[in-house]
């Protein structure tokens, strides 16, 4: 059985094999602080997962999370501002 394919390699770029552009990079800029924060909270929370957790983990656990929900909190008024200054 004779297989029909192409002769040549796809010119065109995949989605998939491109770099990132500056919008997505900033994009990412922005949320870093929130990426962070998380990676924190989740640290904490492996930090206790396999024993019981203490005082201070639980203050740690805590702390994490107060910092995940002020960093969205910043998030969000900082995309609110951008998208009402886009708009005026």
């Not at 059985?1 to 040549?8: G, L, R, S």
């Not at 998939?16 to 909270?41: C, G, H, Q, W, Y």
């Not at 656990?61 to 998030?75: F, N, P, S």
Request: proline fraction near 3%; glycine fraction near 2%.
């Amino acid at each position: 059985m004779k297989h029909i394919v192409a002769d040549q390699v796809v010119v065109t770029a995949d989605l998939f094999d491109r770099e990132p552009t500056a919008a997505e990079l900033a994009a990412i800029n922005m949320e870093m602080p929130v990426i962070k924060a998380s990676i924190e909270l989740l640290d904490a929370q492996i930090i206790a997962i396999d024993r019981t957790p203490t005082e201070l983990d639980a203050r740690r656990i805590r702390r994490a999370h107060r910092k995940v929900l002020a960093a969205r909190r910043t998030l969000a008024n900082t995309a609110a501002t951008h998208t009402a200054g886009v708009g005026a």
